[in-house]
């Protein structure tokens, strides 16, 4: 779906094709790819040639059914933040940032730590009595989804149904579901944006200060607090939970420098997620679109063309004629300070949570390293989560290590 309709609007497809992204059997790709972190940075700072409108447009355009699900619940995602290109955007955008600001985020490591160390030692407990867990529902999952919440002034409640919503809103928009599965992951965002608009009400008339309060007071509908929350409430936490699944899947199969007892330090956690950060984030690629004819390096860019930018590695394939001249992903391995000065973004849309994201992956790593000294991967090939923009695995299943 487009975010810049709602749902009783036309949905453009990125591509008379789309269906899986690029593959052998599907030569051609709807994407101008650009590796090179030069060309990547130079086009998040021209947002007037290089449009994020098209940062949040379902990759598989929805069908019938699916959309006639979205349209009983009113679904409607007008650009509000991430997609939005009007000179509205940098109010909104300073609206949530007050939320996220370095001192705000600062003040929580005490919250984090304890939430970190709850998840760890229940982690501990479920291994005991079961002899094998699963870090990324033990340890990974709940705590980004907790702080999230409490940092925007909205009540910590429904968190297991928030997690599947998350999930499922990216696989709908970042995804290559077929008919009968899209129309399951409809039903689902349906719900979630169900329970965001009963959420937006309430917040409304909430004592003491939330983010839906300061946008309606900023002037935004209800259609666009519920559009800005969607996203906002996927991307504040669940990005950090795959962050943190893929450091610990990373740390357990030791293809991280940081072996998983220096994980338990505070320093050696901090190094083990900025290598995952810079090489293979759970956000690897993001979008914009051509606003009108350009040049990038010396290439002329057509109006309309879809750019996909790579902001650090990742493990879809694109085919070499379609991308623009850049080295390929496992050259910029090589360079990961470069990539990992890229990973949130930047320019007028840099990440506003990237401070958050890498102190709460950083504590929850080193907590579970540190109460869990002594384990070793069950599944060393655990099934990804594998979309255009995100990526971790699904487990990190663990057992005692032996003696």
């Not at 090939?381 to 032996?402: C, E, K």
Request: hydrophobic share 45%; aromatic share 6%; glycine share 6%.
């Amino acid at each position: 779906m487009n975010p810049n309709q709602t749902t009783t609007g036309p949905v453009q497809p990125l591509a008379e094709s789309p269906g899986q992204w690029q593959s052998s059997e599907q030569p051609r790709c709807p994407y101008l790819v650009v590796r090179d972190p030069d060309m990547v940075r130079d086009v998040l700072h021209r947002p007037g040639d290089f449009s994020p409108a098209n940062a949040l447009v379902a990759v598989t355009p929805l069908t019938g059914p699916a959309l006639r699900v979205l349209q009983q619940v009113r679904f409607a995602l007008p650009p509000v933040l991430a997609s939005n290109d009007t000179d509205t955007h940098a109010g909104i955008r300073k609206i949530v940032a007050g939320f996220l600001t370095p001192a705000t985020v600062a003040a929580m490591e005490p919250r984090i730590r304890e939430l970190a160390q709850e998840a760890a030692r229940n982690a501990a407990g479920q291994l005991v009595r079961s002899g094998q867990v699963d870090l990324v529902q033990t340890v990974a999952a709940f705590p980004p989804a907790i702080v999230m919440l409490e940092l925007l002034g909205l009540p910590v409640r429904d968190l297991a149904d928030l997690k599947r919503w998350g999930l499922d809103s990216m696989e709908l928009f970042w995804g290559w579901p077929d008919e009968a599965r899209q129309l399951e992951l409809a039903h689902s965002a349906a719900g979630f944006y169900d329970w965001l608009r009963k959420l937006v009400a309430e917040s409304l008339t909430a004592p003491g200060r939330n983010l839906f309060k300061s946008l309606a007071d900023h002037g935004l509908s209800t259609p666009e607090m519920c559009s800005l929350g969607y996203f906002l409430l996927i991307a504040g936490q669940e990005t950090t939970t795959q962050l943190i699944s893929t450091t610990l899947f990373r740390l357990l199969e030791e293809s991280n420098p940081v072996s998983w007892k220096d994980a338990a330090a505070e320093q050696g956690s901090r190094s083990a997620v900025r290598h995952v950060l810079a090489i293979e984030s759970s956000v690897p690629t993001w979008r914009r679109v051509a606003a009108q004819d350009t040049q990038l390096s010396g290439q002329l860019i057509p109006a309309g063309a879809e750019i996909l930018l790579e902001l650090s590695g990742n493990h879809v394939t694109v085919p070499a004629e379609t991308e623009a001249s850049s080295p390929r992903p496992q050259e910029a391995l090589h360079r990961p300070s470069t990539a990992y000065g890229l990973v949130f973004g930047s320019g007028i849309h840099r990440c506003l949570g990237a401070k958050l994201a890498e102190l709460e992956a950083a504590i929850i790593v080193q907590e579970t390293a540190a109460a869990l000294s002594r384990i070793q991967l069950r599944d060393v090939n655990p099934d990804w989560i594998r979309l255009l923009s995100f990526q971790a695995p699904r487990a990190v299943t663990v057992m005692d290590q032996p003696l």
